[in-house]
């Protein structure tokens, strides 16, 4: 794979790939770190971090899609640049079932990368909701409800309820998605074991 490599250095903070340009070329990160960064409701949700052997770029082309994420360079970075025919022409040597295994994996990636980034923009509105009942004391807050009119004071018990909740199914469900991940990896460490 070394010879169809092309060299490219990044200097920190400089972007590598742009969310929504077209897909061209596939990276193999040599040295250094990258960072995805996906947009979400205009605001700029890091998701990942690429390390040494990672590769980013190919999910565009096994879909036939524009870049759904932005990569930044982290640290200074060196990556290896394989052009879009080299690697479109490995992935028409595959066979039929190979290449629709990836490009379901990949769209679960990218469904993935989406729901991360609006948990990321989620987590932050509630920790702002938390702050600003904090910066109440507890004798405000309590006078503030008992002050309300009785349909206000159930709404705030309605709301609570809903985002308690919401907060418990999340927590269910990153339970659940860390034994599925579990599984996952486990499965992928046995197509890298050798065979004997």
């Not at 490599?5 to 990160?29: H, M, N, Q, W």
Request: proline content about 4%; aromatic content about 8%.
């Amino acid at each position: 794979m070394e010879e169809q490599l092309t060299k490219k250095v990044f200097k920190r903070g400089e972007p590598v790939l742009l969310e929504g340009a077209e897909s061209y070329d596939v990276y193999v990160i040599l040295s250094g770190e990258a960072e995805l960064v996906k947009s979400y409701l205009g605001e700029p949700i890091g998701i990942r971090t690429f390390k040494k052997g990672d590769v980013f770029g190919a999910s565009g082309l096994i879909t036939k899609s524009p870049r759904f994420a932005t990569i930044i360079a982290k640290t200074d970075l060196e990556l290896g640049m394989m052009y879009r025919e080299d690697f479109l022409s490995i992935l028409e040597k595959l066979p039929p079932d190979v290449y629709t295994m990836l490009n379901s994996m990949v769209a679960q990636l990218r469904a993935s990368y989406e729901v991360s980034a609006e948990l990321a923009v989620n987590t932050k509105k509630m920790q702002n909701i938390k702050e600003k009942m904090k910066s109440l004391n507890k004798d405000k807050r309590k006078e503030y409800f008992t002050q309300s009119p009785e349909i206000v004071q159930s709404t705030i018990i309605s709301i609570r309820r809903g985002l308690t909740e919401m907060i418990h199914n999340f927590s269910k469900m990153a339970n659940q998605l860390d034994k599925t991940v579990s599984e996952i990896d486990t499965l992928f460490a046995q197509i890298r074991e050798p065979r004997s």
